[in-house]
């Protein structure tokens, strides 16, 4: 009796680690995507910003605050937009460290609790060098020229 209750406590732990392991991944998915996300805002505003500085600065522009437009002059704009990508740029940076950390902790765990991945063997961790110089030689074949 004991024995089926020891397996099935055995059980439910490898469940929960499973389970935190999984919350850590896409824990870590989810601050890349935010991340992407802002990236692809900071390449917009450095296109407005590149845009607006060939324009005279008391010329008219138009900028959408809080989903109302707003007329403005470009010297007005230019210096909020510059501040908003700084703000973005740093915001990108801190993700980016977040994303680093969140891949030790997600690895400490692996190696703690011994999670490998289908299809992965236990020598494929330590052999990292050999994976590559497999992945190098399979695949394409080229036919060089004399």
Do not use: W, Y
Not at 41 to 58: A, F, M, N, R, Y
Not at 71 to 99: K, W
């Amino acid at each position: 009796m004991s024995a089926s209750t020891s397996k099935k406590s055995k059980e439910k732990e490898q469940q929960e680690i499973v389970a935190t392991f999984q919350k850590l991944r896409e824990e870590q998915k989810a601050v890349a995507s935010k991340s992407a996300e802002l990236q692809i805002e900071q390449k917009s505003h450095e296109l407005v910003i590149e845009t607006l500085k060939e324009v005279e600065k008391d010329r008219k522009c138009f900028r959408m605050i809080g989903g109302v437009l707003v007329e403005r002059t470009v010297g007005e704009v230019l210096p909020a937009l510059e501040q908003n990508r700084d703000q973005i740029t740093r915001l990108i940076e801190s993700l980016q460290s977040q994303i680093v950390t969140k891949g030790k902790e997600i690895n400490d765990f692996r190696e703690k609790h011994n999670i490998r991945f289908q299809g992965e063997s236990e020598n494929s961790q330590n052999s990292s060098g050999e994976q590559s110089t497999q992945a190098k030689s399979s695949g394409v074949l080229v036919e060089k020229s004399a």
